[in-house]
């Protein structure tokens, strides 16, 4: 079973950065690559970037290119999202997820984490 815990959120205010782990403990085999998703109330979860944990593979959201950036450290199992120059429309509950491919779908990954809420004021 593959365990996802993030860590990172909180409440800043319009135009800071603000940067996200997820660690993953018992790696499946196979499940290569990561992903981070978010949603707000009343909304379906939205994709907002995925990499391999090798790194060789990544996709993004166009709402945050050139604004977010995510990256792996496979010596901590750990996928890290900066994110900088947000706006109150970044604010959401952000999820990590484990998955076999870099992907935007969300019903390719198989493990999710609980979600840290981030809140951004303008």
């Known amino acids: 079973q593959e365990v996802l815990v993030e860590s990172g959120g909180g409440l800043v205010q319009a135009g800071d950065s603000l940067t996200l782990s997820c660690v993953a403990s018992g790696r499946k085999f196979g499940n290569s690559a990561m992903g981070w998703f978010r949603q707000t109330p009343g909304k379906e979860r939205e994709f907002v970037a995925a990499i391999s944990w090798l790194g060789d593979a990544r996709m993004r959201a166009n709402s945050v290119a050139g604004r977010f950036t995510i990256t792996p450290d496979n010596a901590k199992n750990t996928v890290y999202l900066q994110m900088n120059r947000l706006t109150p429309e970044d604010t959401a509950i952000y999820y990590c997820?484990?998955?076999?491919?870099?992907?935007?779908?969300?019903?390719?990954?198989?493990?999710w984490g609980q979600g840290t809420q981030v809140t951004v004021s303008s």
């Open positions: 997820a484990a998955g076999r491919v870099v992907t935007e779908r969300e019903e390719d990954y198989d493990y």
